[in-house]
């Protein structure tokens, strides 16, 4: 199968985006560093525009289209961050995005892309519904399916996060991020090991959607080992048939977290870095609550997905002690 | 009344505190610039070290102590974001910093301060018995008071935060800050006039304990127009007769806010700066909540001045609709 996420390509969404994105702060912590016994760095993504990387991916496939493709809009039927993205990267460019969403969808993302002028379109909760709704603006627009990780635009764009983190701090021995459909996790490696060659990439992922880490051991896409079941509801997606291959070539290891970890992790992060991080976000620090890694003495980027989650249930709430 | 804090002391601690303290970001929103007609700059002090801008003074102060006056080690009876910057200020040195802190402090300042190394001396939570012991301390080791905002040091401190702003967005208009004791209010005015003459400074301070404001109006040191009482817990105390003077002198304006902008204030700036603010670094925005400040189309710098609080009571939790 042939490579076709390049660092070139990387490097190309960079420019592309340079001016339409956040370049977001890294953050450290001395408190997180002592737990976890290696030096972290954050990239916080939570403070990218949306809340969330994805804004990235976006922007950079939004703006690689032809005026001639672009005026007749975008199309997703992701109900998460990449549709709050793709009709912010939409109204930059003047054109219509289109946003199919389950009827169930958290009120907060349904008016985070109400407010950025997304047309939403809402459908029964199955992946058939959302999949024909899709289907039917793209024959009644022409207007294109931006999906929100499998195309090496948006694959390319969620790249660019891990270039300006490893121009921040260099010297990095090893990045994480989370993975749920692969974009953010194939443009993080490609970007990481085209940088830095030495670099060891490390997924991480809840073992309540354990398919990448399936499919990573099995060597070929593999569904998750039971119902997918999760408070990261970022990364529920299984790894597309562009992403896989991209991940197979370029990371080192894939390991599984617990949902406490995840929580315990989450309000770590809370506490110790002052941002507000979503579940799918917290995952990779999860790793080290967990003991899942062992990076004593290393320096290790982690990339903050996304701050994006309903303030008024958070996980804690009704928890005496976690 | 001789004027005794100058840009020139707040440039010096600038430098001696430079490699000791976090470059915090700005942070902007388009949804926070729509509600409030301005452009909102946000310096996120809440991101600096122990959470806190409070880091900067107290670094200053004890960094400016000779060695003979060091080694007896600091003191201090403030409570809360001043006793863990001093206690890791000290740590920094390697001298001694006592704690007095009332006992029913809040669990989370108390676990900070003492991570920090801090030597804790529980008291009464009354002023009196906070100052007796404070000087007991001192009697007993020869370490030397640092005042939580009454101290030049401090002052020239604070204001470092004001010069790293305008260094990143030099075109502001006006610089906003909320007031208690007045450190943070006399350095950030004291660095925004001295940087940029024509610039505007307005204070804001909970209406539940306006002794600020009500200073200000009266040309003397005046205390609340009733019994303190804000959800603001940093700025309860009254202002300095060091600091008011710079205030008297170099500040344009003191707003007063409602407990319920305050709250509203605060989870705004959650959900859309996605970072952790307490509720005395709400105060400023609440302004804009409230209606109590006409900057539409100006250039506003808001300093975030930290971002610590029990994230097991948000103020929000048990309320439907604020």
Redesign the interface.
């Known amino acids: 199968m042939s490579e076709l996420l390049t660092l070139e390509l990387i490097r190309a969404a960079r420019e592309r985006i340079r001016d339409k994105v956040t370049r977001t702060?890294v953050?450290t912590s001395d408190?997180l560093d002592g737990h976890s016994g290696a030096s972290l760095f954050f990239k916080a993504e939570?403070?990218q525009k949306i809340?969330a990387f994805k804004a990235r991916g976006a922007t950079n496939a939004v703006f690689s289209m032809s005026d001639a493709e672009a005026a007749r809009g975008v199309v997703t039927h992701s109900s998460g961050n990449h549709a709050a993205a793709l009709a912010r990267a939409a109204k930059l460019r003047g054109i219509p995005a289109y946003i199919v969403m389950p009827n169930n969808a958290p009120k907060?993302k349904q008016a985070s892309v109400a407010?950025l002028g997304g047309q939403i379109t809402f459908c029964e909760p199955t992946t058939a519904a959302r999949e024909a709704a899709a289907e039917k603006l793209i024959a009644e627009t022409g207007a294109q399916l931006v999906h929100p990780f499998n195309d090496y635009r948006v694959m390319a764009g969620q790249g660019t996060a891990t270039l300006e983190l490893l121009e921040d701090v260099p010297d990095l021995d090893v990045v994480m991020c989370p993975v749920g459909g692969g974009g953010l996790l194939s443009g993080t490696a490609v970007a990481a090991k085209g940088v830095k060659p030495g670099i060891r990439v490390i997924a991480v992922e809840p073992a309540g959607a354990d398919d990448a880490a399936r499919s990573f051991a099995a060597g070929k896409i593999t569904p998750s080992s039971g119902p997918v079941n999760t408070i990261a509801d970022g990364l529920r997606t299984v790894v597309g048939t562009r992403t896989f291959p991209e991940i197979q070539q370029h990371v080192d290891d894939i390991v599984t977290v617990s949902e406490g970890a995840i929580v315990q992790a989450m309000?770590a992060l809370?506490?110790s870095?002052?941002?507000?991080v979503e579940p799918s976000a917290a995952v990779p620090y999860a790793a080290f609550v967990e003991r899942k890694v062992s990076l004593a003495g290393k320096r290790v980027g982690i990339i903050i997905t996304g701050?994006?989650l309903d303030?008024?249930s958070?996980p804690?709430?009704n928890t005496e002690v976690l």
């Open positions: 702060p953050l408190v939570n403070l809340g907060t407010r309000r809370w506490e870095l002052k941002v507000i701050g994006n303030l008024d958070l804690w709430a």
